[in-house]
């Protein structure tokens, strides 16, 4: 049994900062690829960042020089700094991790979500 879970959302004015955190827990072995994706309501969830386990990281063009995404592999634990926030990053947020169980298998799992406000 894997878990992740988010932790860091909230109300944040245009222009102010947050950061999420994600830890994974349970049977682990080793962790893969781990990234922060977000979703409107009735629509796709749309990639906003991963980091590689060895720190190779891709963003969307959307949050490019505003967010950073990073990992403590120790603490089996993504984070994402989000600066100079708009309105329209209000989203919910969900965190990913491609994870080897100690039973040897490979599998996807997602966080359950946090929300993130910006107002204007």
């Known amino acids: 049994q894997v878990q992740l879970v988010e932790s860091g959302g909230g109300l944040v004015q245009a222009g102010g900062s947050l950061r999420l955190s994600c830890a994974a827990s349970g049977s682990i072995f080793s962790i893969g690829r781990m990234g922060w994706y977000r979703q409107a309501p009735g629509k796709q969830r749309e990639m906003v960042a991963t980091i590689t386990s060895g720190g190779s990281t891709n963003y969307a063009d959307s949050v490019k020089g505003r967010f950073t995404i990073s990992r403590d592999n120790a603490k089996n634990t993504v984070y994402l700094q989000m600066n100079s926030l708009k309105p329209e990053d209000t989203l919910v947020y969900y965190c990913?991790?491609?994870?080897?169980?100690?039973?040897?298998?490979?599998?996807?799992?997602w966080g359950q979500g946090t929300q993130v406000t910006v107002s204007s």
């Open positions: 990913d991790g491609v994870i080897m169980t100690t039973s040897g298998n490979w599998d996807h799992y």
